[in-house]
């Protein structure tokens, strides 16, 4: 295969990556899923930003599906049904939501200290988003003062494995 037609097949393999987020939104708004809607548009940020940085593209596929986890667990209501469930996805999705937000900022390869301490700021506002839906959006979000710690933690921890990764990553491609 040639070179460009190599770039070609990749760009067309990512188009799933890049935009399902929009096409949940679309899905949903024709549903009348309103909620579902502004949530798959977060989706469709991230995935946006994730490109257009030029997230590494492993990277990149990791914040995209972990994104739309996020968005499709809420709309089947996993976080109500398997109370466990939020920790994972707090985890994942805060370390690399890290990654994507400390690179951008930064336009450059951001140091793990970086990336942890963009990973705490997002897991707290997370928190705050949450409060703030509780209050004003939708009384059922669930923000217990147990839960807000749990959620907390497993941000961290999942922004400290994310700053981790992206290190060694570094370091293996300036060692290359």
Do not use: K
Not at 21 to 38: M, N, P, S
Not at 43 to 60: F, H, K, N, T, Y
Not at 113 to 125: D, K, N, Q, S
Request: aromatic share 8%.
């Amino acid at each position: 295969m040639s070179g460009r037609a190599a770039g070609v097949a990749r760009s067309v393999a990512l188009l799933p990556v890049r935009w399902s987020g929009l096409a949940l939104a679309l899905g949903f708004a024709l549903t009348g899923h309103w909620v579902e809607v502004a949530v798959s548009m977060l989706v469709a940020l991230a995935q946006v930003v994730a490109w257009r940085s030029g997230l590494p593209i492993r990277w990149e596929i990791a914040t995209s599906l972990a994104c739309l986890v996020a968005a499709i667990s809420s709309f089947l209501l996993l976080y109500e049904r398997l109370p466990w469930w939020d920790l994972p996805v707090h985890a994942a999705l805060t370390g690399l939501l890290a990654v994507l937000v400390a690179r951008v900022l930064h336009r450059s390869r951001p140091p793990a200290a970086r990336v942890i301490t963009t990973g705490a700021l997002l897991a707290v506002v997370w928190e705050l988003m949450e409060l703030a839906g509780h209050r004003w959006v939708d009384p059922t979000v669930h923000v217990t003062p147990a839960d807000t710690l749990t959620d907390l933690l497993a941000g961290f921890a999942g922004t400290m494995v994310a700053a981790l990764l992206w290190s060694r990553r570094a370091a293996v491609t300036e060692n290359s």
